[in-house]
């Protein structure tokens, strides 16, 4: 394989090259969260993170938040953090301060070459987000579907966003020593760099890391698709990206990155295990060595109660009237009767198989005769979309269903309920958990995955308990749950306790960048 850059690419002309250390910073709690990372886990890095969305540029679930808090997080910290990410529709009118970049992409794609551009965006001293443009590719309504038909080109979409990542990683003026990549859309990246390292001379290659958010995408594609990554075939066998004959990118990933994490301790062990491996559970065994879980952090600066431009009153745990005040504003304007003392439930999720749906509706027809409203927010399958229509219809004055994506609603919500259901039947981490926590929402989780670390039931600490837990994943489960979330809400003292337990849960990002610097020094038990 050529050298996949142009000349023009070589020279760099217009990026400048970042000092990779010292930034001075007049802020003393920055300087103070710098200090302590830098004696916690050595100097500053250079690192390059790579998902296919970030918040608040494109997102469909959690990876995005995590991809965004976690640049933000490294960079207050006094990193240089570079996050490459596709552009895609509508990102420039939104964000007009982003600028063109002297650089041309002109990298194989089996047998063509395919070019495309470079945009990027300041977004602070230390942290610049990198936009592969390709319209042809990224300017589309969605980001990997439309109407639940995934786009039938996704494998050319990512493997040459795989490329341009890789390329990034190599001849970026402030040279990378760490690339972070997120996902399958990412997975291939580890195989591109290790083969580009060994077969074209690459100095010192950066240390890769590749983090799970979800072992149930992996992206599968025909073996055919192999050949647009142009590296010889000697990566594609049982124990690299092939899966049964067809290429894996995830599982490409797995193979060949330094350092694996994924997104919960309790979810790195699951997948271990052969219900939850999706397949993979051998081969994340053989490499279990390398393999950490990182819980997530929550951007708090994002996720709070107090002056936030989301909600209509602001609140503490110390001072909740506020909160009333967001719960019988939200049931005015979804239409449901304003009730102060009525308890409302409330879920905001990507209706798919995984978040738990069947079970919440099962549940939700059992406890709904009992004098409780519900709210949802979601989008997914027609099916489930359906079916809590249904339930609105059947019960206007205790169900609200608003069907698609809204992020301001989402505050809202999150602010207004007194309960919050997600009972996954997997979940790697999980936010809305943790958003839940924070807006002082209890959560009622199934005992999985991330929802696991996150949330403590009174079983396991009474004076703790910020939660409701339960392991059967079933309706009636979930609804003996809900029962005693209801026992809670009784008696408001308790209640208060829930709250403030809740309220006060720090899942802040100070302690996700040690544990991700600690992983990518390698230095892991
Ligand atoms: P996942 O990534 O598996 O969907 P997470 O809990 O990690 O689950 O993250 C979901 C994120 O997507 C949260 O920030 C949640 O608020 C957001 N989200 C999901 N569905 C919607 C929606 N319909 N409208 C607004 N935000 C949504
Ligand atoms: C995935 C997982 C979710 C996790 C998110 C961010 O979408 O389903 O559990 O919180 O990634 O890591």
Redesign the pocket.
Known sequence: MGKPVTSKARRQPAIKAKSATKTPTRSPVKRRVRELSEAAVGPPQRILLASSEV?PFS????????VGALGKALAHAGHRVGIVTPLYQGIRERFPQMQRVDWVFDLPLGANRVQAELWSIELLPQLTVYFIYKPEYFDRPGLYNEHGVDYPDNAERFIFYSKCIAHLARYLPWKPEVVHVNDWQAGLVPALIRHQSLAEGWGTPPRICLTI??LAYQGLFPRSAYNLTNLPLNYFHPEGAEFYGLLNCLKAGIAYADVLTT?SPRYAREITTEPFGCALDGMLRKRQSRLIGIL?GVDYEEWNTEGNPNLKHSYTSRRLTGKLANKLALQQELGLPVRADVPLFGT???L?D??GIDIELGALEEMLPTDLQFVL????SDEYERAFQGLARRFPHKVAV??????A??HRI?AACDFYL?P?KF?????????SLRYGAVPIVRITG?LDDTVTDANEDPAAANGFKFLDYSARALAKAMRKALAIYEVPALLRRYRQNAMSCDFSWQRTVGEYLRAYRLDIK
């Open positions: 918040h997102k469909t679930g959690g990876l995005a938040d995590m958010h979800n997104v997530n905001i999720t990507r798919t995984q978040k927010l979601g989008s997914g608003q069907l698609g994506y809204n992020e609603l989402s999150e997600m996954s979940e790697p981490c999980g936010l809305n958990q943790m958003y991330g």
